[in-house]
């Protein structure tokens, strides 16, 4: 198994229920969702041209568009080396779940990290059973994909993005939809923080007693 990594490095997770926890971002690159207020467009393609050796996107990689292949193997080793403290996997893109991330997610959960996922539910969900999915549901984008019920019925955190009072009626009919049982965090993300949807995501986070996650990391100016 090998994974197209666009970026390694260790921050702050600023976003959803683990907001302030010290994790490892593994970026992977390629992305074929379409959202237009995507602050990561670089990660869209595998572009041969920008293929790069491993150690080059260890690190914040900025907005480049570049990207390592790497063996299963020398990821966990990596990841594992001692080299990083947190023990906080967060595998996100691009759209990570274009891949197969069981092996990955199962071979760091033996570790002893805890492993998240980051992923606009469009694509099934592969990973092992300890693994946090987040669920940033991306519907009617460019690319023209239609959320998977397997993601949702696996997310235990539903992420949306919101600018307007139609984004919380979609987030409602969604929610609707999910199976039986299945209680997933729910949280408010105001989209690019504007204000207008900072507001409109406090009065509802109040109003259903959802969550609020403010993109942290962004207000701090960290990666
Ligand atoms: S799913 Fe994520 S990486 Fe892909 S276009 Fe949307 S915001 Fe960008």
Same mark, same amino acid.
Not at 74 to 102: F, K, N, W
Not at 187 to 198: G, H, V, Y
């Given at each position: 198994?090998?994974?197209?990594? =666009?970026?390694?490095?260790?921050?702050?997770?600023?976003?959803?229920?683990?907001?302030?926890? #010290? &994790?490892?971002? $593994? !970026?992977?690159?390629?992305? #074929?969702?379409?959202?237009?207020?995507?602050?990561?467009?670089?990660?869209?393609?595998?572009?041969?041209?920008?293929?790069?050796?491993?150690?080059?996107?260890?690190?914040? @990689?900025?907005?480049?568009?570049?990207?390592?292949?790497?063996?299963?193997?020398?990821?966990?080793?990596?990841?594992? @080396?001692?080299? +990083?403290?947190?023990?906080?996997?967060?595998?996100?893109?691009?759209?990570?779940?274009?891949?197969?991330?069981?092996?990955?997610?199962?071979?760091?959960?033996?570790?002893?990290?805890?492993?998240?996922?980051?992923?606009?539910?469009?694509?099934?969900? !592969?990973?092992?059973? =300890?693994?946090?999915?987040?669920? @940033? #549901?991306?519907?009617?984008?460019?690319?023209?994909?239609?959320?998977?019920?397997?993601? $949702?019925?696996? &997310? =235990?955190?539903?992420? +949306?993005?919101?600018?307007?009072?139609?984004?919380?009626? =979609? $987030?409602?009919? $969604?929610?609707?939809?999910?199976?039986?049982?299945?209680?997933?965090?729910?949280?408010?993300? #105001?989209?690019?923080?504007?204000? !207008?949807?900072?507001?409109?995501?406090?009065?509802?986070?109040?109003?259903?007693?959802?969550?609020?996650? &403010?993109?942290?990391?962004? +207000?701090?100016?960290?990666?």
């Amino acid at each position: 198994m090998q994974y197209p990594v =666009n970026e390694i490095f260790e921050t702050l997770q600023g976003e959803g229920f683990y907001t302030g926890v #010290p &994790a490892v971002f $593994l !970026r992977l690159q390629g992305c #074929p969702v379409g959202c237009a207020w995507c602050d990561t467009k670089h990660t869209w393609h595998c572009d041969p041209e920008l293929k790069v050796d491993a150690e080059q996107v260890i690190g914040v @990689s900025g907005d480049k568009g570049h990207w390592s292949q790497w063996p299963l193997s020398a990821l966990v080793a990596h990841l594992t @080396s001692g080299q +990083y403290t947190a023990r906080q996997l967060v595998i996100t893109g691009g759209e990570p779940c274009l891949y197969d991330l069981t092996p990955l997610t199962e071979a760091m959960s033996e570790a002893g990290w805890q492993c998240q996922i980051e992923t606009s539910g469009c694509f099934q969900v !592969r990973c092992d059973a =300890n693994t946090w999915v987040t669920v @940033s #549901p991306k519907e009617g984008m460019k690319g023209g994909l239609a959320i998977q019920p397997q993601a $949702l019925t696996r &997310a =235990n955190e539903i992420k +949306y993005p919101v600018a307007t009072e139609q984004h919380i009626d =979609n $987030l409602k009919a $969604l929610l609707a939809t999910l199976p039986d049982g299945a209680t997933p965090v729910v949280a408010l993300q #105001p989209i690019s923080q504007r204000p !207008r949807a900072t507001k409109l995501c406090i009065e509802q986070c109040i109003a259903n007693n959802w969550r609020l996650s &403010a993109q942290v990391h962004k +207000y701090l100016q960290i990666d």
